[in-house]
């Protein structure tokens, strides 16, 4: 079985910065890759961000250059972060972390967590 949790998410001023982090925990071999999405209220989840098992990592257009991608030093942990800065109203909503996990071939999610960006 495989547990995904994120958290770090909260209430920011417009401008400021948050770290979500998203780690994945279970009967895991390996994993091809972490994805950030997010679901604003009354909207669609799109996702946000990339980071594949070799480092690799990519971004939608609306996070680009503002929010980065980065894997924890220990490859055990299974752990990502989301940085996100120079936050926007815009970039309000729930952020859900997903992991595609060997040797289960499928994809995990978390239950998110609530980013909340003030004007």
């Known amino acids: 079985q495989v547990q995904v949790t994120e958290s770090g998410g909260g209430l920011v001023q417009a401008g400021g910065s948050l770290r979500l982090s998203c780690a994945a925990s279970?009967?895991?071999?390996?994993?091809?890759?972490m994805r950030w999405f997010r679901q604003a209220p009354g909207k669609q989840r799109e996702w946000v961000a990339t980071m594949a098992s070799d480092g690799n990592t990519n971004y939608a257009a609306s996070v680009q250059g503002r929010f980065t991608v980065t894997a924890s030093r220990d490859n055990a942990k299974n752990t990502v972060y989301l940085q996100m800065s120079g936050l926007k109203p815009e970039d309000t909503g729930v952020y859900y972390c997903?992991?595609?996990?060997?040797?289960?071939?499928?994809?995990?999610w978390g239950q998110g967590t609530q980013v909340t960006v003030s004007s």
């Open positions: 279970g009967s895991i071999s390996s994993i091809n890759w």
């Open positions: 997903s992991a595609d996990c060997r040797p289960q071939g499928a994809d995990y």
